[in-house]
């Protein structure tokens, strides 16, 4: 048994799938018959091709003619005789080995694209290095797995998964997810729990015991897994899966319920989604809103910018389908975790302190901004749409998201394009500066939504990734917690509506604390929903406050934790 840090509830048994996208590592070795070293190379040269066009037909199928004319261009790469002549002489001249014969060739081609600067050579730098590494791969027998196409009941394990790899995954087929890195709130666990995919993370050397094929069973609600089980362990945890689907049957109980406490408060259950499909979700657990829209999932996974048209089409149809609730759409939020390629980001020495964000998107206000906020002025005719703005750490930075949004109105005013004229504008109190200054921005702000991932990691100084410091990553650390209640109770005190869209919104033993804080509104996975409205339903918030007050005079993380944990299973 291997124990993890669980990422998604519920239990995963299925058969291993290793997918690996390990860096590959070319050394330069000296090869005493360049023939054959050449003859090497040709093998590998064909199957590449071989490999390259089977994967432009299924595509071409699968999704479409324009999609698969890239690939059908590295087919056309692949055979341009003046690459290939030039790995083969230096096979020949320099007695090398042809994977270092590639990484040097390919490579200078691919610089001498990416220096031309403009678009289209940028990709053919990008189709050069992707050409490099088929190749190699082929030669050193590293197969890759196509993410999408895996056969019903595969487990997924992998050194860590990226956002776009994840997004890839059909729940259909994946009943499972096991990652070396990573933590609860690290982008792919986010979306393992919205995919409802039973996940285990941050199981530092796992790879190196499991093999494809071997038996597995996941359990993401505690965060264990087992390979290879005997019988009567499969059997229990075949049990275990059958009573979590049950469990996960009654709470359908609470739909269409009000979520209101024993003594009559009001709030407010929402979703965290990523992409306008997952809107099915948020209805089918009966989300009272949505409040947070992740956009930048809608710039991943692509290779260029989804344009304004494309942007508002998204936006317009969360805003329908949601009917006239609350739709809080964050502006793009990337960098950090979440790269985007195509962007031509550079790569930061701290990512997480780095350009990113509203940083980023007040410094490429024409090309990335305006078009996305235009986008959501539009579609804010067609709904209750709200714009949130992620990682501010200084009113400045609010005031001039927000005079770009009046130098668009104006300008849809003019041109007599329909928008929602009281539109309102919030921000993510994310960062200890935002904290810190709760007071000022609730003067000036339209609402709050707390992003406890990022609150924990920045006040903690802690990597929310990192798992080999995750101990010190926990939202009930007393630093954090004393940074929540005061972002509460700044906002009540100004009169403006407060939520949290940080993952700690679900979390069983905070959400008596947030009761007690006065915290208007509860955004998460939608799978979570029903099961924070029956916790809501069961608490008076009066008799709360004793709780909270003991749970705020503690010294440490573990008390906090400790007290919780009792006072929730009492
Ligand atoms: C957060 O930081 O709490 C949050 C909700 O945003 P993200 O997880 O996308 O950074
Ligand atoms: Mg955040």
Same mark, same amino acid.
């Given at each position: 048994m291997y124990k993890g840090t669980n990422a998604s509830a519920g239990i995963g048994i299925g058969k291993v799938v290793v997918v690996e996208e390990q860096e590959l590592v070319i050394k330069r070795e000296m090869v005493t018959d360049p023939q054959a070293e050449i003859q090497r190379f040709k093998g590998a040269l064909e199957t590449s091709m071989k490999q390259t066009q089977d994967l432009a037909a299924d595509l071409a199928t699968r999704v479409g003619e324009k999609e698969a004319e890239i690939l059908n261009g590295h087919v056309m790469l692949l055979s341009d005789p003046m690459l290939t002549g030039e790995i083969e002489t230096m096979i020949m001249n320099d007695q090398v080995n042809a994977e270092f014969a590639i990484e040097t060739t390919c490579t200078k081609f691919a610089d001498m694209f990416a220096s031309m600067g403009d678009e289209l050579m940028q990709q053919r730098a990008t189709d050069m290095r992707d050409i490099k590494t088929r190749m190699q791969k082929v030669l050193l027998g590293v197969e890759s797995v196509d993410i999408a196409a895996?056969?019903?009941?595969?487990?997924?394990?992998?050194?860590?998964?990226?956002?776009?790899?994840?997004?890839?995954?059909?729940?259909?087929?994946?009943?499972?997810?096991?990652?070396? #890195?990573?933590?609860?709130?690290?982008?792919?666990?986010?979306?393992?729990?919205?995919?409802e995919i039973p996940a285990v993370v941050a199981l530092a050397g796992v790879l190196e015991h499991v093999k494809n094929g071997?038996?597995?069973?996941?359990?993401?609600?505690?965060?264990?897994?087992?390979?290879?089980?005997?019988?009567?362990?499969?059997?229990?945890?075949?049990?275990?899966?059958?009573?979590? #689907?049950?469990?996960?049957?009654?709470?359908?109980q609470y739909i269409g319920k009000p979520s209101i406490t024993k003594d009559g408060v009001h709030v407010e259950i929402?979703?965290?989604?990523?992409?306008?499909? *997952?809107?099915?979700?948020?209805?089918?657990? *009966?989300?009272?809103?949505?409040? #947070?829209?992740?956009?930048?999932?809608?710039?991943?996974?692509?290779?260029?910018?989804?344009?304004?048209?494309?942007?508002?089409?998204?936006?317009?149809?969360v805003a329908v389908a949601m009917d006239g609730k609350p739709v809080i759409i964050r502006t793009l939020d990337i960098g950090g975790d979440k790269e985007i390629p195509y962007?031509? #980001?550079?790569?930061?020495?701290?990512?997480?302190?780095?350009?990113?964000?509203?940083?980023?998107?007040?410094?490429?206000?024409? *090309?990335?901004?305006?078009?996305?906020?235009?986008?959501?002025?539009?579609?804010?005719?067609?709904?209750?749409?709200?714009i949130m703005v992620p990682l501010v750490t200084c009113i400045e930075e609010y005031r001039q998201v927000k005079a770009l949004v009046?130098?668009?109105?104006?300008?849809l005013d003019s041109k007599r394009i329909a928008y929602n004229k009281d539109i309102q504008l919030g921000i993510m109190v994310e960062t200890a500066a935002a904290s810190l200054i709760a007071d000022i921005f609730a003067k000036e702000v339209d609402f709050f939504s707390i992003g406890t991932n990022d609150l924990t990691q920045y006040t903690m100084s802690v990597d929310r990734g990192n798992d080999k410091i995750a101990y010190l990553y926990s939202t009930f650390n007393p630093a954090v917690l004393r940074s929540i209640k005061r972002i509460i109770t700044c906002a009540r005190e100004a009169g403006i509506m407060v939520g949290m869209c940080g993952e700690a919104a679900s979390?069983?033993?905070?959400?008596?604390?947030?009761?007690?804080?006065?915290?208007?509104?509860?955004?998460?996975?939608?799978?979570?929903?029903?099961?924070?409205?029956?916790?809501?339903?069961?608490?008076?918030?009066?008799?709360?406050q004793a709780v909270a007050d003991k749970a705020m005079s503690f010294a440490t993380t573990k008390e906090v934790e400790d007290y919780m944990k009792e006072f929730v299973n009492q």
């Open positions: 895996l056969p019903e009941g595969s487990v997924i394990l992998a050194k860590d998964l990226t956002p776009s790899m994840t997004a890839g995954i059909d729940p259909e087929n994946v009943t499972g997810i096991v990652t070396e #890195l990573g933590g609860r709130t690290s982008h792919s666990a986010i979306l393992a729990r919205a995919l071997d038996t597995i069973i996941v359990d993401g609600s505690i965060g264990d897994v087992i390979v290879n089980p005997e019988a009567d362990v499969l059997a229990e945890y075949q049990g275990k899966r059958e009573v979590f #689907l049950r469990e996960k049957q009654e709470l359908e929402v979703a965290n989604i990523g992409k306008p499909e *997952d809107v099915d979700k948020v209805l089918q657990y *009966d989300g009272e809103g949505v409040g #947070l829209f992740r956009t930048e999932f809608l710039f991943m996974d692509r290779t260029a910018m989804p344009t304004e048209e494309e942007q508002f089409e998204a936006y317009r149809k962007m031509g #980001l550079e790569k930061d020495e701290n990512p997480f302190l780095g350009y990113r964000a509203v940083r980023f998107c007040l410094d490429r206000k024409d *090309d990335v901004y305006r078009p996305q906020l235009r986008a959501l002025l539009r579609a804010s005719a067609f709904g209750n749409i709200k009046e130098e668009i109105k104006n300008e979390d069983p033993m905070m959400i008596p604390l947030l009761l007690a804080f006065g915290l208007n509104e509860f955004s998460m996975s939608p799978s979570a929903i029903l099961r924070a409205r029956k916790m809501i339903t069961e608490y008076s918030t009066e008799e709360l």
